[in-house]
C-alpha cells in the first residue's frame, strides 16, 4: 500500500460545479497535511493546510477523518483557472527526526466551460 | 525577497556524468527536501534533511547524494549510477519540526543527452 494515495482522475466538470478529491494515508501517526496546487510545468505551490476541525479557504473546504485516515478537499462553484494538478501531502513520522512530508501522485482537474 | 532558488533552470547532462542541482534559500528554514517528479506522475522524495550536517534518505535516494553544509543550502548531485535521471527536480524547504509546511522553489529541469 502506498503511503499517500490519491485519485489520479482525470476530474473533468463544467464550470460552476462542485467537485471533491479524497486522500487516503497509511500512518495513522501522521500529525499534519496540506494540500498543493500544481499548474502544467510549474511548482507545486501551498493551497491549504488541513486542520482536525476541518478548514474553508473561500470556495475551498478541506477536512481531516482520522479515523478513516483521509483528507479531502471540496471546491465550490468552480472556475476556469481552477484547472490544475492537485496533490495532497502528508508528514510520516520516522525514527528520531520529525519525519518526511510525503506526497500524493496528484489529481488532474480541468474546469471546462 | 525570501525564497527558495534553484538553479539551473534547465540542464543537460550526457550519459555517464555527474551533475550537480543547486538549492538555496533566505527563509531561515531548518528542513529541506528535495523531490522528483516524471511526467504525469507526484512527488517523490530523493532526500531530506532536518538540520544543518544530517540528512535522510527518502524512497528513492540510489543514484543521488547532498551536503547539507550550511542552513541556506542543500545541493543535489545525479550521479552517474542514476539510470534514468531525466525528470523534474523540486527543492522545498520547511520550518520544520511536524507541523510544518514546505514552499518550493521553480525546479530544475534535467535531460539526459
Known amino acids: 500500500r502506498k503511503e499517500v494515495e490519491q485519485d489520479p482522475g482525470p476530474f473533468n466538470v463544467p464550470e460552476g460545479a462542485t467537485v471533491a478529491f479524497n486522500c487516503t494515508y497509511s500512518n495513522s501517526a501522521s500529525q499534519s497535511f496540506f494540500w498543493y496546487r500544481q499548474d502544467c510545468r510549474k511548482e507545486p505551490k501551498l493551497l491549504m493546510s488541513v486542520y482536525s476541525s476541518g478548514n474553508e479557504d473561500g470556495r475551498f473546504t478541506a477536512q481531516l477523518n482520522r479515523a478513516s485516515q483521509y483528507i479531502s478537499l471540496l471546491i465550490r462553484d468552480s472556475k476556469l483557472s481552477d484547472s490544475a494538478t492537485y496533490l495532497c501531502a502528508v508528514n510520516m513520522p520516522g525514527g528520531t527526526s520529525y519525519g518526511k512530508l510525503t506526497f500524493g501522485q496528484g489529481t488532474i482537474l480541468t474546469v471546462h466551460p | 525577497d525570501g525564497g527558495i532558488t534553484q538553479s539551473p533552470k534547465y540542464l543537460f547532462r550526457k550519459e555517464g556524468q555527474n551533475v550537480t542541482l543547486s538549492c538555496e534559500q533566505n527563509l531561515n528554514h531548518d528542513a529541506m527536501y528535495w523531490y522528483r517528479q516524471d511526467p504525469g506522475q507526484g512527488l517523490r522524495l530523493i532526500y531530506y534533511?532536518?538540520?544543518?550536517?544530517?540528512?535522510q534518505k527518502g524512497d528513492i535516494a540510489e543514484g543521488y547524494s547532498v551536503s547539507r553544509e550550511k542552513k541556506e543550502s542543500f545541493p543535489l548531485t545525479v550521479t552517474s549510477a542514476q539510470k534514468n535521471p531525466t525528470a523534474f527536480y523540486l527543492c522545498?524547504?520547511?520550518?520544520?519540526?511536524?507541523?510544518?509546511?514546505?514552499?518550493f522553489g521553480q525546479g530544475t529541469r534535467l535531460t539526459v543527452v
Open positions: 522545498a524547504s520547511s520550518m520544520g519540526g511536524p507541523v510544518t509546511e514546505a514552499f
Open positions: 534533511s532536518q538540520i544543518v550536517n544530517d540528512f
